[in-house]
């Protein structure tokens, strides 16, 4: 059975950082294409950021761009989301989610459905 627990959310100030962690179970991370997605109160989910398998490729939002990094943990079986530079504007929910089939990151990645979804985290970024 595929699993995907999120962890590392918090409460952090403006300017700060927070590294949050996906654990996966039931399937290797390498094989999947994992995605960190989010979603703020009152506003639709939003891809975050993707990193292909295989090659081990990432993709960004434009506002993840220089401020957040997707990384992979084969040997562990994780997928971490180190984001700097937070702002208010980030307080959101962060799913991590795993795709099997091959994602094509020159198009639109966050427009594939990923199936398996984790609970989320919260991350709150105070003012």
């Known amino acids: 059975e595929v699993q995907i627990v999120e962890s590392g959310g918090g409460l952090v100030q403006a300017g700060g950082s927070l590294r949050l962690s996906c654990v996966a179970s039931?399937?290797?991370?390498?094989?999947?294409?994992i995605g960190w997605f989010r979603q703020a109160p009152g506003k639709g989910r939003e891809g975050v950021s993707v990193?292909?398998?295989?090659?081990?490729?990432?993709f960004y939002a434009d506002f993840a761009k220089g401020r957040f990094t997707m990384s992979r943990d084969n040997t562990n079986n994780l997928i971490y989301l180190q984001m700097t530079g937070l702002n208010p504007e980030d307080t959101a929910v962060y799913y991590c989610a795993a795709e099997e089939r091959r994602i094509d990151l020159t198009r639109n990645p966050f427009k594939y459905e990923f199936h398996h979804w984790g609970q989320g985290t919260q991350v709150t970024v105070s003012s």
């Open positions: 039931g399937f290797t991370v390498d094989d999947y294409a």
């Open positions: 990193i292909s398998s295989r090659d081990g490729s990432t």
